[in-house]
């Protein structure tokens, strides 16, 4: 049985619109401190807030005013149309119809089907603010619903303007394709085990119960030679080295965060007579963990 999670009180003496950036030591190669510098209080708040015995290193809470930016120390954006590779729909932007605090704690994406029949939405990255190399790497989401619609939180290495998708892995936390409301998708992307190939797995609902009706906790306990996925703290699989068999193993390196709602796609396939814009995805926090 799953269940909805509220962050602790322990959790909520961390800074919460700044993300912070403590340094992953040994278990990192690379991250990049983004926002104010820390102060001594900074250091033992996150030192002593923890999660399934790690160490808060990074966290963003989405706390603004409403209609506010997400932190652009931490957030970048993908902008454009083409297909993003899998035939989508939208048109992502960088606008506040598409991406904004709701000045109640949540990062609200917003894909809508504007006046001309277009579709827009967003997606934000941390590509060149935020990279991690292990940990148990979670976000709290509301996500959307619809024929069509298709969020996710997820990763890319860092290394993808140098050697490419998918040479560069790709660690998706978190997918849903709108047809099923009740199924969420994670899967890893590497060379031979790419696109359909990728190795996944899925969690499910009981009785009929959709992700869209209330926040989840999706996260990855990323560790050297293993992926395991969780849903509200319950883990449903674990991938390693030994999975690939003798394709490469590309996610033993830094990674950067991504969230957006796609419209339409090969997989969701396109919206429909039952498809009601807009939809958003409420994200309350994103939370990077270094697990002992």
């Given at each position: 049985m799953l269940h909805d999670h509220t962050p602790t009180d322990a959790a909520h003496t961390v800074d919460r619109r700044?993300?912070?950036a403590l340094g992953l030591g040994s278990a990192a190669a690379?991250?990049?401190a983004v926002g104010a510098a820390l102060t001594p209080d900074d250091h033992a708040a996150a030192a002593t807030t923890t999660s399934s015995g790690g160490v808060l290193l990074?966290?963003?809470?989405?706390?603004g005013a409403a209609g506010s930016a997400p932190n652009p120390g931490i957030w970048r954006f993908d902008t454009g149309t083409g297909g993003w590779g899998n035939a989508e729909l939208q048109t992502y932007t960088d606008s506040r119809r598409n991406s904004a605090l709701d000045g109640a704690g949540n990062l609200v994406i917003t894909a809508r089907r504007e006046a001309d029949g277009t579709y827009t939405s967003a997606r934000l990255k941390t590509e060149?603010?935020?990279t991690a190399q292990y940990g148990r790497i979670e976000a709290r989401i509301r996500i959307p619903r619809g024929q069509g619609i298709w969020p996710a939180f997820w990763m890319l290495g860092a290394d993808i303007g140098q050697v490419g998708w998918p040479a560069c892995g790709e660690i998706d936390v978190?997918?849903?394709v709108g047809y099923e409301?009740?199924?969420?998708h994670g899967t890893v992307h590497g060379p031979g085990y790419s696109g359909a190939q990728g190795l996944s797995a899925a969690a499910t609902l009981p009785n009929g119960a959709a992700w869209a009706d209330?926040?989840?906790?999706?996260?990855?306990?990323?560790?050297?030679g293993s992926v395991t996925w969780l849903v509200d703290g319950v883990a449903q699989r674990t991938v390693t080295r030994a999975d690939v068999g003798t394709s490469p193993w590309v996610f033993d390196k830094p990674f950067f965060v991504l969230l957006n709602v796609a419209v339409g796609g090969t997989w969701p396939g396109s919206p429909d007579a039952t498809t009601r814009f807009p939809q958003q995805m409420l994200v309350d926090?994103?939370?990077v963990w270094q697990q002992s």
């Open positions: 700044r993300f912070l690379t991250t990049a990074a966290a963003d809470e989405f706390d060149g603010t935020f978190m997918e849903n409301p009740g199924v969420v209330a926040h989840h906790v999706f996260g990855v306990d990323w560790r050297p926090w994103v939370r």
